[in-house]
């Protein structure tokens, strides 16, 4: 599976983005999505996730810190998933990369649950 993430830029404090990843290959290899972020000099740490099934919002998962903040959806039709991100703060900077892959529940918020890996797009909020 390929994945192309999008919609990264450059924003002031207060305002959003809508980040994109587009699934490509073999879909049916994966069952979830996911994006995490990493900034500089800190580890990549999970933001979302969200399985291709269940119902027409999916079954959707969040870091405690993003729960509230940030929403991820999926059109599988377009085999895209999307994280809106409103309200952005200058800690939110940081490169967002998505994943896919098959984790179990256990695996779902780690990197090691993921086999597949977009490039990152920048995400940069000033104050």
């Known amino acids: 599976v390929q994945l192309q993430a999008s919609g990264g830029g450059l924003v002031q404090a207060g305002g959003s983005l809508r980040l994109s990843c587009a699934a490509s290959?073999?879909?049916?290899?994966?069952?979830?999505m996911a994006w995490f972020r990493q900034a500089p000099g800190k580890e990549r740490e999970f933001v979302s996730s969200?399985?291709?099934?269940?119902?027409?919002?999916?079954?959707?998962y969040y870091a405690d810190s993003m729960k509230g903040r940030f929403t991820i959806s999926r059109d599988r039709a377009k085999n895209t998933v999307y994280l809106q991100m409103p309200s952005l703060r200058p800690e939110d900077t940081a490169v967002y990369y998505c994943?896919?892959?098959?984790?179990?529940?256990?695996?779902?918020?780690?990197?090691?649950?993921?086999?597949?890996w977009g490039q990152g797009t920048q995400v940069t909020v000033s104050s």
């Open positions: 994943a896919g892959g098959r984790p179990i529940l256990s695996t779902l918020r780690t990197a090691g649950g993921y086999t597949n």
């Open positions: 290959g073999s879909i049916s290899s994966i069952n979830a």
């Open positions: 969200i399985r291709w099934s269940g119902g027409s919002s999916g079954n959707a």
